[in-house]
């Protein structure tokens, strides 16, 4: 008889690395899926700061693909999520997560995956009560309802505490080799990571979603209401996660690099936007997002120059590039520490 086929939801967290792990040990054939949405975490900017040396540089949802010995299929749904941002039919959590919404769109194009490519069921790593939002026992079933995944959906890691599904009855996998976590502490998690035999695994109670951060979700909050519209490009959320954010006028934010790697990344994107770059000192690379005037520009100089090595200095020489228009050069006194309001950041 043919092994059943699962397709995993794999998001590169401690859960659906072992969620996969129990389908595997019960002799199912599993792949892997992840969707990038543009908001994820797993991007690429812990890559690029001093400050997150020590973390390893790498996509967590390749390496527990390979931790797992599975093909992982990464798909990329940027343009379709705009609507589960947009407009969410269950609303946001604390911050702009559309977690409820999310979890569902997440599994329904999971589950058309499985169908189109043969496969027999999906699993996911979910855990009744562990987040506030998707993962109460009132609301899984909404996921299950909405995504129209139905019976097909199995969650291992809760599924004693959840009605059969697919994969039991049809006994695909064994119910009772399945668990029973519930609830926010991550300790059966831990204990059954260490029975597997992982050692090293992503931060469990990190989040996979930059839209869970109150940081980020008011960048993306002002940068809506800066613009009169919630529209977004891609280019415009992968910008939020790099750099110092500041806005001294409606009309303009100021994105300065806070280190060698953010003036790299930053330094892709000058030819779409007028930028500064300091010439006297070291400091950081300005880009100027919206409509700024001469006067605006000199005011953004100056907001660079106070966070540059000049910053104390009489005057400091700041290199101006116009979006298509001139570029100029001007020597600036360095805003002083007590100007620099505390509502112009973002």
């Given at each position: 008889?043919?092994?059943?086929?699962?397709?995993?939801?794999?998001?590169?967290?401690?859960?659906?690395?072992?969620a996969?792990?129990?389908?595997?040990?019960?002799?199912?054939?599993?792949?892997?899926?992840?969707?990038?949405?543009?908001?994820?975490?797993?991007?690429?900017?812990?890559?690029?700061?001093?400050?997150?040396?020590?973390?390893?540089?790498?996509?967590?949802?390749?390496?527990?693909?390979?931790?797992?010995?599975?093909?992982?299929?990464?798909?990329?749904?940027v343009?379709?999520?705009?609507?589960?941002?947009?407009?969410?039919?269950?609303?946001?959590?604390?911050?702009?997560?559309?977690?409820?919404?999310?979890?569902?769109?997440?599994?329904?194009?999971?589950?058309?995956?499985?169908?189109?490519?043969?496969?027999?069921?999906?699993?996911?790593?979910?855990?009744?009560?562990?987040?506030?939002?998707?993962?109460?026992?009132?609301?899984?079933?909404?996921?299950?309802?909405?995504?129209?995944?139905?019976?097909?959906?199995?969650?291992?890691?809760?599924?004693?505490?959840?009605?059969?599904?697919?994969?039991?009855?049809?006994?695909?996998?064994?119910?009772?080799?399945?668990h029973?976590?519930?609830?926010?502490?991550?300790?059966?998690?831990?204990?059954?990571?260490?029975?597997?035999?992982?050692?090293?695994?992503?931060?469990?109670?990190?989040?996979?979603?930059?839209?869970?951060?109150?940081?980020?979700?008011?960048?993306?909050g002002?940068?809506?209401n800066a613009?009169g519209?919630?529209?977004?490009?891609?280019?415009?959320?992968?910008?939020?996660?790099?750099?110092?954010?500041?806005?001294?006028?409606?009309?303009?934010?100021l994105?300065?690099?806070?280190?060698?790697?953010?003036?790299?990344?930053?330094?892709?994107?000058?030819?779409?936007?007028?930028?500064?770059?300091?010439?006297?000192?070291?400091?950081?690379?300005?880009?100027?997002?919206?409509?700024?005037?001469?006067?605006?520009?000199?005011?953004?100089?100056?907001?660079?120059?106070?966070?540059?090595?000049?910053?104390?200095?009489?005057?400091?020489?700041?290199?101006?590039?116009?979006?298509?228009?001139?570029?100029?050069?001007?020597?600036?006194?360095?805003?002083?520490?007590a100007?620099?309001?505390?509502?112009?950041?973002?």
């Amino acid at each position: 008889m043919a092994k059943a086929k699962a397709v995993a939801l794999i998001s590169g967290g401690l859960d659906s690395l072992l969620a996969a792990r129990v389908v595997l040990g019960q002799g199912v054939h599993v792949e892997g899926i992840n969707f990038f949405t543009g908001c994820c975490v797993e991007g690429h900017t812990h890559a690029i700061r001093k400050r997150d040396s020590e973390k390893p540089k790498r996509n967590n949802a390749l390496w527990v693909a390979e931790q797992l010995g599975i093909k992982l299929h990464i798909i990329d749904v940027v343009e379709e999520y705009k609507d589960v941002l947009l407009n969410p039919k269950h609303g946001y959590g604390a911050n702009l997560n559309p977690c409820l919404d999310c979890k569902g769109f997440m599994v329904r194009k999971a589950d058309e995956w499985a169908v189109a490519h043969g496969f027999d069921f999906l699993l996911s790593g979910e855990v009744i009560g562990q987040r506030p939002m998707s993962q109460r026992m009132d609301t899984m079933p909404v996921v299950v309802r909405e995504s129209g995944a139905g019976e097909r959906l199995l969650r291992p890691l809760c599924a004693k505490l959840l009605p059969p599904t697919l994969a039991e009855t049809r006994g695909w996998v064994d119910r009772e080799q399945l668990h029973d976590f519930s609830g926010r502490s991550r300790k059966p998690q831990m204990a059954l990571a260490e029975k597997y035999g992982f050692t090293e695994y992503a931060q469990p109670a990190g989040g996979c979603c930059f839209l869970t951060n109150r940081e980020y979700s008011s960048k993306l909050g002002d940068l809506w209401n800066a613009r009169g519209h919630r529209e977004y490009e891609l280019d415009d959320i992968l910008l939020l996660k790099v750099g110092r954010h500041l806005r001294p006028r409606p009309n303009f934010k100021l994105i300065l690099g806070r280190e060698e790697g953010e003036n790299n990344y930053l330094r892709g994107y000058c030819s779409q936007f007028s930028h500064l770059r300091i010439l006297s000192h070291r400091g950081p690379l300005g880009l100027i997002d919206g409509a700024a005037d001469r006067d605006d520009l000199l005011l953004a100089a100056r907001l660079a120059a106070r966070f540059c090595q000049g910053r104390d200095a009489a005057q400091v020489e700041i290199e101006v590039h116009e979006h298509g228009g001139e570029t100029w050069t001007t020597l600036v006194r360095p805003m002083p520490v007590a100007e620099v309001l505390r509502e112009w950041y973002v």
